[in-house]
């Protein structure tokens, strides 16, 4: 069974950084799409950032500029580099994969998660 499982969340001011980090274990294909969402409370769920196998990545809007992604395939390990973070991010952080290939659509409605990690900036 594939499990992921997130570190790194906390509080941060206005304009600081974090570093989401998120490791799988199971049978995890490299071929496998990866990708963060996050949900902030009364809020519905958005896709963050999706990264592929060849490591195209693909961002939101809302943090296109501030959020960097990256994978270690040798780790089974993706990270999320988060800077100049605003209290507009504050939610809760999800990582996901799915055998669909990124490109196929595999960071729409991802098959595995993890239970995140919560991230809250303050003003």
């Known amino acids: 069974q594939v499990r992921l499982v997130e570190s790194g969340g906390g509080s941060v001011q206005s304009g600081g950084s974090l570093r989401l980090s998120c490791t799988g274990s199971?049978?995890?294909?490299?071929?496998?799409?990866m990708s963060w969402f996050r949900q902030a409370p009364g809020k519905e769920r958005e896709g963050v950032a999706a990264i592929a196998t060849d490591g195209r990545t693909d961002y939101a809007d809302s943090v296109k500029g501030r959020f960097t992604l990256s994978r270690d395939f040798a780790k089974n390990t993706m990270y999320l580099e988060m800077d100049n973070l605003k209290p507009a991010d504050t939610a809760m952080y999800y990582c996901t994969a799915d055998p669909i290939p990124c490109s196929s659509g595999g960071y729409v409605n991802p098959k595995y998660w993890g239970p995140g990690t919560q991230v809250t900036v303050s003003s």
């Open positions: 199971g049978p995890i294909s490299s071929e496998y799409c």
